[in-house]
């Protein structure tokens, strides 16, 4: 196992049962550990340090940058994570603390509110003429959102599928209408949690009434978190 890439052994733990996984996971050396933690999946993580001593996790966590142990303890209930911290040497303690902190703060204050957005009637052939005109002014262009007058989100549509849609077809019969979207009270955590679950490249901010308030790269949020990372 030592001489299995940490990305690949990662993919390997991930299709094993929760015992096995934990058996394997504690033959590794230290270091081989601490990188293979770091490419698996939070929800597989929080199952493996759940089963490991806080000793171990403290011993893992001194492998890794104060923000790769930022993104590792975050996946674990506060209560969980604080004697994890006591264990660790101040100095990253405290770095790793201030990147929680950062983790906690509300997605709204990054999100972008130059986007492109679409009534739902016109036709592919306007929509690519509206996209023609106002990409160059837009922040996401990989998106189109239809929205209503108010500026209720009613779909998505993905360039792409403009691009394959035939001109007089009607924006809201290709949109995708069930959108996941981020609210203003999200937090930095819990939209980084939403871009590795679904893969998006951009994720709109809506109200409770479901109006569009801006749109969350991921570009902008891998920016983020390399900001963080000392």
Same mark, same amino acid.
């Given at each position: 196992m030592?001489? !299995?890439?940490?990305?690949?052994?990662? *993919?390997?733990?991930?299709? @094993?049962? #929760?015992?096995?996984?934990?058996? +394997?996971?504690?033959?590794?050396?230290?270091s081989h550990a601490s990188d293979t933690l770091e490419e698996i999946d939070p929800s597989v993580q929080r199952v493996i340090l759940a089963a490991l001593p806080i000793? @171990?996790?403290?011993?893992?966590?001194?492998?890794?940058?104060? *923000?790769?142990? $930022?993104?590792? @303890?975050? +996946? @674990? #209930?506060?209560?969980?994570?604080?004697?994890?911290?006591?264990?660790?040497?101040?100095?990253?303690?405290?770095?790793?603390?201030? !990147?929680?902190?950062?983790?906690?703060?509300?997605?709204l204050n990054y999100a972008t509110t130059y986007f492109l957005r679409f009534p739902p009637d016109i036709t592919v052939q306007q929509a690519h003429e509206l996209y023609r005109k106002n990409a160059s002014i837009s922040d996401v262009v990989m998106y189109m959102y239809v929205v209503d007058k108010s500026g209720k989100l009613l779909g998505v549509i993905d360039i792409r599928e403009l691009m394959k849609a035939s001109d007089d077809e009607v924006l809201?019969?290709?949109?995708?209408?069930? +959108?996941? $979207?981020?609210? #203003?009270s999200s937090t930095l955590r819990e939209a980084s949690a939403m871009f590795t679950r679904y893969s998006f490249r951009a994720i709109p901010v809506v109200d409770e009434a479901n109006k569009i308030l801006g749109v969350v790269t991921y570009r902008d949020m891998m920016n983020l978190k390399h900001r963080y990372l000392e």
């Open positions: 030592s001489e !299995i890439h940490p990305a690949d052994l990662a *993919g390997i733990l991930e299709e @094993l049962d #929760p015992e096995q996984r934990v058996s +394997v996971f504690r033959e590794l050396e230290t000793e @171990l996790i403290a011993q893992l966590i001194n492998e890794m940058t104060p *923000g790769q142990a $930022a993104d590792l @303890l975050a +996946v @674990l #209930p506060s209560s969980e994570s604080k004697p994890i911290l006591e264990l660790l040497n101040k100095e990253n303690a405290v770095k790793i603390e201030s !990147i929680l902190e950062k983790h906690e703060e509300k997605i809201k019969n290709i949109m995708v209408d069930i +959108v996941a $979207a981020l609210t #203003p």
